[in-house]
């Protein structure tokens, strides 16, 4: 008489921990550490956005040479001379493409369904995105921005032109120039998530962020309205070390409104791509 044998009972299946958010900022790390384009992406902005601070700093070497010391004087220091528009134009242009292309690449490559997977939570996901995006470049800008004002003030020196971080309007210009670029690559990450598709996103990030401004005056109070309210109109404001002329008949923006401008794009984009996220299919 043989008896059957007795099978030793299955382990229970253990459960798996779920992801937390130092999970996901972990993870959003490592996929935009790893993109090869990264490292050269921000390099080549950094040393173009500093190569138009010494270029302008430069120029400005020549203007002061054929400037009497009475009209120097009257002049004072433009802070524009280290913090140029034609960098930081470029500034925003790259910070808000790159922005979008940390959901777009996700949505372009499928990989969105591995995180999708392994994440169900897709709003904390774009919170980690957003994070990140938002770190990673804060930390540029304030490098560039740095920079630019170290390098400028060199060359300006030359000329006793320089001014030190206590000039009036200079630590407000270095910090509205450091957080340009976080605030445009969180715009970008908005169109990203809203638009999920490439050319459309990078076609609409460009133009909202340097083509739109320029459309509306400011010789109208609607129109002015409408340009104040644009990443670009706040920054020129900020970097701006002089009042406006009380006589002119544009409308001028405000510091404190600039500043809410800072602030209120970048949140309406990762609410608005926080909330969308959830309802969207992949």
Known sequence: MTTAPVSAPEPAPVAERPA??????????????????????????????IGSAAVAALAEISNLRTTSPVARADQGF???????????????????????LTVVSEYSSGLINTTTVAVPARGAVVLAKAVVAAALWTAVGTLISTVCFLISQAILNGQQAGVPLTHPGVLRALVASALLAPVCALIG???????????????????????????????????????????????????????????????????????????????????LATVVVRHCDV
Do not use: C
């Not at 130092?22 to 173009?48: H, N, V, Y």
């Not at 034609?86 to 925003?92: D, H, N, S």
């Open 78 to 100: 433009q802070v524009f001379v280290a913090f140029p528009a034609a960098g930081y134009l470029t500034l925003m242009l790259v910070a808000g493409s790159v922005g979008a």
């Open 189 to 271: 990450l908005g169109f990203g998530t809203l638009i999920r598709h490439s050319a459309t996103t990078m076609v609409t990030s460009a133009f909202t962020l340097l083509m739109l401004p320029p459309i509306f005056s400011q010789s109208a109070r609607w129109s002015a309205a409408v340009n104040h309210a644009m990443p670009v109109t706040a920054w020129k404001r900020l970097v701006q070390n002089w009042a406006p002329d009380p006589h002119s008949l544009a409308y001028s923006a405000t510091v404190p409104g600039s500043w809410a401008v800072y602030a209120i794009w970048p949140l309406i984009a990762v609410v």
């Open 20 to 49: 937390r958010f130092r999970d996901l900022l972990t993870s959003e790390w490592i996929k935009t550490r790893s993109l090869r384009s990264t490292p050269w992406t921000l390099t080549l902005t950094a040393l173009f956005v």
